[in-house]
């Protein structure tokens, strides 16, 4: 089967009969079995996708066909699914299958979406090289030495294989955007309060957001159509109306207003050929006639210490429901204490003491065994700033930074409609090269946290070409909500 790159290529052949749904999704799951070695899916959803395809297949041929007909599309791993599996890549959660749908999911069956399977990721979206997942390390295909980033590694190496059409991820602090700029494939993270939340496995609930990694511009703006919206199911959801972005995409000329951050650029950690290209583009930009200026934004070294601090903190929460009692992975290997926890169901006051300690004993093992390294990291990391005697001076001194984050970084899009930066300080890295220092593997995030600090929209694209042969991406950044303008002018980019 030809290679499609976009949906409008899948639907011309689909509606002119040249390619039925069931052909492609075959075609998909036969290319994701040849490319097992990259270890993107944890899991191809072969009976529903193929039962799915069936039924778009007859609607159309009624023409009664939703908008994404033909569109064959991963989750992350972290992304509920009723009655499929999802363990946000943990063995505490491994064979715990979904009781509902995330509200993204439901949305994307209304229109006819092909759900092909779900992606391998860091462990509870936590990581910059999908070297956290329990289930294994996913292969970057431009170069199978190297990480395809994190924590949305399966899904860009998905979309960047052709395994399926589009995928989504998640993006607490870069995890669509690094991924998608390693792989050679667009990333936007949307809006804080853009995309429901519904069904996804909470990481850190204030800086979460659902988004969609694709080969091109139209077709992120068609999956964030369908996608965004008010939701009775997250209450942190807009009521903003959702603009057709993929009509807007083309009717925008507009020349715009650019910033982008001297410090940024001047980073000694930056790549030099990602400078070089960034200048290119800040060139070819001003040489259309947008206008493009440097801004200073003094706070860099400030973002991945506060991004750290209060991800942390809100993961410690989050991840507390996981105690072996509810959901997933209990320890085998607490059977005294088992029995006392079944003491206390049916429990006589007298034997509290003794029940208590079989319960915390179930947590402890369950916990300690379930959870992967980077997680316990976080899970301590997170207790220790939420905890009485450092909160203020931890967690409390965070949100007052992430205060000051968000207002220097409004200040700038006062008078700007975009910032401009790199994705990533680099491209790809090897396998190993940044997993025994947690501190290396931080700072990879330093220029896409700030979107997830301030809650703004940002998107990496994919047009950048490193002499050592890996593609890297190039990030924009824009006002809240400006989703529509961040698109088209996203399309205008890639012609760069
Ligand atoms: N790499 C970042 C982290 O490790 C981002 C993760 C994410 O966006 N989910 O936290």
Redesign the pocket.
């Known amino acids: 089967m030809k290679t499609y790159n976009s949906l409008s290529e899948v639907q011309s052949d689909l509606f002119s009969n040249n390619v039925s749904c069931v052909e492609l999704t075959k075609s998909y799951i036969n290319r994701i079995n040849d490319n097992k070695h990259l270890n993107a899916f944890l899991e191809v959803f072969e009976k529903s996708a193929l039962e799915k395809a069936v039924l778009v297949d007859e609607k159309v041929k009624n023409k009664t066909a939703g908008k994404l007909a033909g569109m064959v599309i991963a989750l992350k791993d972290n992304i509920c699914y009723k009655g499929h599996k999802v363990s946000a890549s943990s063995k505490i959660l491994e064979g715990f299958e979904s009781l509902f749908s995330a509200t993204v999911v439901e949305r994307l069956l209304n229109e006819d979406a092909i759900i092909i399977g779900r992606c391998n990721c ?1 462990e509870f ?4 090289s999908n070297e956290n997942s329990a289930f294994g390390k996913v292969l970057n295909p431009h170069d199978i030495k190297r990480v395809p980033g ?2 949305s590694g399966g899904s860009a190496v998905a979309v960047a294989a052709d395994l399926c059409l589009a995928a989504l991820g ?6 669509i955007r ?1 991924p998608a700029s390693f792989c050679g494939v667009v990333g936007l993270k949307p809006t804080y309060g853009r995309v429901s939340r519904h069904g996804a496995i909470a ?1 850190a609930s204030s800086f979460d957001q659902i988004g969609p990694l694709t080969k091109n511009i139209e077709d992120a703006a068609l999956i964030m159509e369908v996608m965004s919206g008010k939701d009775e199911h997250d209450s942190t959801v807009s009521l903003k109306p959702v603009p057709e972005y993929s009509k807007e995409l083309n009717a925008n000329t507009t020349k715009f207003r650019i910033a982008y951050l001297k410090d940024c650029l001047e980073s000694s950690g930056l790549d030099a050929e990602i400078k070089v290209r960034i200048n290119d583009i800040i060139n070819k930009l001003k040489a259309a006639g947008h206008v493009v200026e440097a801004v200073d934004f003094p706070y860099l070294d400030y973002l991945v210490p506060t991004y750290y601090v209060l ?1 942390t903190a809100e993961a410690s929460s989050n991840l507390a429901r996981y105690a072996g009692i509810t959901y997933g992975y209990r320890s085998a290997n607490i059977k005294a204490a088992s029995a006392k926890v079944a003491v206390t169901e049916g429990a006589a006051a007298n034997d509290s003491d003794a029940a208590s300690s079989g319960l915390d004993s179930v947590y402890k093992k369950s916990r300690s065994e379930g959870f992967g390294e980077e997680v316990k990291r976080r899970i301590m990391l997170g207790t220790f700033v939420l905890s009485s005697g450092y909160y203020d001076a931890y967690y409390s001194k965070g949100q007052r930074v992430r205060r000051v984050l968000k207002n220097k970084t409004n200040e700038i899009l006062n008078n700007y409609d975009f910032i401009l930066l790199p994705t990533t300080p680099g491209t790809a890295f090897e396998f190993g090269k940044k997993s025994a220092d947690p501190i290396a593997m ?1 700072l ?2 330093i220029f ?1 946290v700030q979107a ?1 600090i301030t809650g703004l929209p940002a998107i990496s694209l994919p047009i950048g070409k490193h002499s050592n042969g890996l593609p890297f991406g190039v990030q924009l950044m824009a006002k809240s909500f400006a989703e529509s303008d961040l698109l088209s002018f996203s399309k205008q980019l890639m012609g760069t």
């Open positions: 860091d979206a936590m990581g910059s994190g924590s998640t993006d607490t602090g870069g995890s690094q990481y991800t931080y990879e995030d896409t997830n």
